[in-house]
C-alpha cells in the first residue's frame, strides 16, 4: 500500500501561484510514476501532468502547459505542483495519484484508470 497526502491548497486570487505537495509513504516511492489531476464540481476527474519515476518526463494537459510545473523529491518521497499564473477555471480539489512503474523507462501516464493509489485531495479556488 501507499499512502499520500495532500496539502498546500488554498484560497488565491487569479494571477497567484500556489505550490501543492503530496508526500508520499509505505513503499519505495522511487518505484513510482507519479501524476496529478482535479475535479471541479460537476465534473469528472481530469489530468493535469505526470512524472516519470526518475523525474526525467513530464507531461501536461494543454490546459496547464506553461503554467504549472511538476517535480518530485526521490529523497523526500514527495511530488510538487507548482501553479502560477492562476485562473478561475484552476479552481478544483487536485489530487495526487500514483502508479507502480518499471525503472528502466522513464513512462508517465495519463489515464487516471492506470493509477494505483491516490491522495484524498486538496482543495484550490481561484477567486476572479
Known amino acids: 500500500q501507499v499512502q499520500l497526502v495532500e496539502s498546500g491548497g488554498g484560497l488565491v486570487q487569479a494571477g497567484g501561484s500556489l505550490r501543492l505537495s503530496c508526500a508520499a509513504s509505505g513503499r519505495t516511492f522511487s518505484n513510482y510514476a507519479m501524476g496529478w489531476f482535479r475535479q471541479a464540481p460537476g465534473k469528472e476527474r481530469e489530468f493535469v501532468t505526470a512524472?516519470?519515476?526518475?523525474?526525467?518526463?513530464?507531461y501536461y494537459a494543454d490546459s496547464v502547459k506553461g503554467r504549472f510545473t511538476i517535480s518530485r523529491d526521490n529523497a523526500k518521497n514527495t511530488v510538487y505542483l507548482q501553479m502560477n499564473s492562476l485562473k478561475p477555471e484552476d479552481t478544483a480539489v487536485y489530487y495526487c495519484?500514483?502508479?507502480?512503474?518499471?525503472?528502466?523507462?522513464?513512462?508517465?501516464?495519463?489515464?487516471?484508470?492506470?493509477?494505483?493509489?491516490w491522495g484524498q485531495g486538496t482543495q484550490v479556488t481561484v477567486s476572479s
Open positions: 512524472i516519470s519515476w526518475n523525474g526525467n518526463s513530464t
Open positions: 495519484a500514483a502508479r507502480l512503474t518499471w525503472t528502466g523507462g522513464s513512462y508517465y501516464f495519463t489515464i487516471r484508470d492506470e493509477y494505483d493509489y
